[in-house]
């Protein structure tokens, strides 16, 4: 596929043969998303039920990435901090400083939480950060505020798929940020994730996302179709889906810490991640 699209190509996931895999269908690839979870799934599909001290789980989390930066050496890979709702910013600044030695192309994630923030305002002025678990306008305007001084690229990761999962229409709250964004500065890339299907790539392009993040599955029948590009008269098809309308008075240009950032997919999706990881170690 001729590289003719605005939108940079990520696959998102834990295995590294994904990762050659989708970079030889496509014939480039912009970058990878990782997480706790990813991660897990790809050890468990390949060691079944053995357990790990935490040493060998986070070597492992290491190999894997560094397999990626070997197929990927031009493109961006994300790895996560391990937090839950309570962890601290200085425990994810300490995961984030060390993790950004494993490869150089590291992107470090962490999670939409007054911690997980506290910790990206430090952290984008050392390293490229990526901030994960974000549902909401008002997240992202506490994001583009927390990263405002960044000296390395800044990515926002909005997870569509949930929203939809539970009936509300996820890709409104990229195309509410993608608006909300456009009296701002531009130094935060918007990374669509948590994919579903097809239309949520297509769509995402439709929008211009900064980055599309896609699971192999998706990415693999996007790549069947033949990478299909929407034109000027696709309609996303939204279906039943609850409307997430843009907020007018959700402004750029206040302290971040004034926004409201909780949200409940949040708070679940930081203990998923946590349990999922957990349930690697003896
Ligand atoms: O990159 C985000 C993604 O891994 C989350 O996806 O399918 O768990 O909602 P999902």
């Known amino acids: ?6 939108s940079k190509i990520f696959i998102d996931g834990g295995s590294p043969q994904e990762t050659r895999q989708a970079k030889v269908l ?16 790809n050890y468990t599909a390949k060691a079944g039920g053995t357990k ?22 031009e493109g961006s890979i994300s790895i996560q901090v391990f937090a839950q709702e309570e962890t601290k910013a200085d425990e994810m600044l300490r995961q984030a400083r ?15 939480t007054k911690e997980g923030l506290t910790a990206a305002e430090i952290a984008c002025k050392e390293m490229p950060v990526n901030i994960t678990l974000v549902f909401s306008q008002s997240q992202a305007a506490a994001v583009y505020e927390a990263t405002k001084g960044a000296k390395y690229p800044v990515f926002i990761s909005p997870f569509v798929g949930r ?19 456009t009296s701002g500065d531009g130094h935060v890339e918007v990374l669509t994730a948590s994919l579903r299907g097809v239309d949520h790539i297509l769509y995402a392009l ?23 590009i929407p034109d000027t008269s696709y309609v996303y098809p939204v279906g039943k889906l609850k409307p997430i309308p843009y907020k007018e ?7 971040w810490q004034e926004y409201n950032i909780s949200h409940d997919l949040t708070t679940i999706g930081i203990a998923k991640f946590w349990e999922d990881w957990n349930s690697l170690l003896q």
């Open 52 to 73: 790990l001290t935490e040493t060998q789980a986070l070597d492992e989390y290491k190999r894997v990435v560094r397999q990626m930066s070997g197929i990927i050496p």
């Open 249 to 255: 008075d959700i402004t750029l240009g206040k302290p």
């Open 163 to 181: 929203l939809d999962d539970r009936g509300e229409n996820g890709m409104q709250v990229v195309e509410n940020i993608l608006e909300m964004y």
């Open 206 to 228: 439709r929008l211009g996302s900064d980055i599309i993040t896609c699971p192999f599955k998706v990415f693999k029948t996007w790549a069947d179709g033949g990478f299909t």
């Open 98 to 112: 060390a993790r950004k030695t494993w490869i150089p192309n590291h992107s470090i994630k962490f999670p939409c």
């Open 26 to 41: 496509l014939g480039f690839l912009d970058g990878q998303t990782t997480n706790p979870s990813l991660i897990a799934k």
């Open 1 to 6: 596929m001729p590289k003719n699209i605005s």
